[in-house]
């Protein structure tokens, strides 16, 4: 089956600093991914969405300026938090989709970040 | 629009008895439904997934889910619980031209011995 792998699977970093996620389709060419938010004990939150090559579409709400996403390839799309504040500490998810008919996202294993 | 509904957010069921999840959706064109199982600190696993072919859906693990159009429901079942089912379930909707996964607030299953 399709694999999704993120890296890296946990980071604590210091306020004020940027943090880079990356999110690789390993064994297909995905040329939409998702990223997700999830909260302690909450559902997935679907932060945007990216197609490989153009600009990502945030969904209402989250800040653009703070959650960068690039998806320069097939394969790999980064989700990059900008001067991170503990209130973004949370658990990051990534999912891709290739171009089968019913555009399946396939997950990935999730990325928790603290930020003290 | 499309969303999912899933009551209860904590589920204990005895080991061995059935199990059952309750998922009803609301999509304006026909949708397409999923299940996934989430275990801590992991991602999202697929159980199975409605794709307009049979409306009894078999999955990993023992689990099946089977789609009523009139109820607009997608129920998870398993006849027997084990001790490895505790985790996290999510029951999520895609409309058909939609690429976006709509998920429901989870269901925690809890197995008690």
């Known amino acids: 089956g399709a694999v999704v792998s993120q890296h890296p699977s946990r980071v604590i970093c210091k306020s004020g600093t940027s943090v880079k996620i990356e999110c690789r389709s390993l064994?297909?060419?995905?040329?939409?991914m998702f990223w997700y938010r999830q909260f302690p004990k909450k559902s997935l939150m679907l932060m945007a969405t990216?197609?490989?090559?153009?600009?990502?579409?945030?969904e209402q709400g989250v800040e653009k300026d703070k959650f960068l996403i690039n998806h320069a390839s097939l394969t790999l799309s980064t989700l990059t938090v900008t001067s991170a504040h503990p209130e973004d500490s949370s658990f990051y998810i990534c999912s891709a989709s290739g171009q089968d008919s019913y555009n399946e996202q396939f997950f990935g294993p999730g990325t928790r970040l603290t930020v003290l | 629009a499309q969303s999912v509904t899933q009551l209860g957010s904590h589920v204990s069921v005895s080991e061995g008895a059935l199990v059952l999840l309750r998922c009803n959706y609301s999509?304006?064109?026909?949708?397409?439904l999923f299940w996934y199982v989430q275990y801590p600190n992991q991602g999202l696993q697929l159980l199975l997934k409605y794709t307009s072919a049979a409306t009894l859906v078999k999955g990993i693990n023992g689990f099946e889910a089977e789609f009523k159009k009139s109820e607009t429901s997608f129920h998870l079942t398993k006849p027997s619980a084990h001790m490895s089912d505790a985790a996290e379930y999510f029951c999520a909707v895609r409309s058909y031209g939609n690429n976006r996964l709509a998920f429901g607030k989870g269901n925690q299953v809890v197995v008690i011995p």
């Open positions: 999509s304006s064109v026909p949708p397409y």
């Open positions: 990216s197609n490989e090559g153009s600009k990502a579409t945030y």
């Open positions: 064994d297909f060419q995905a040329t939409t």
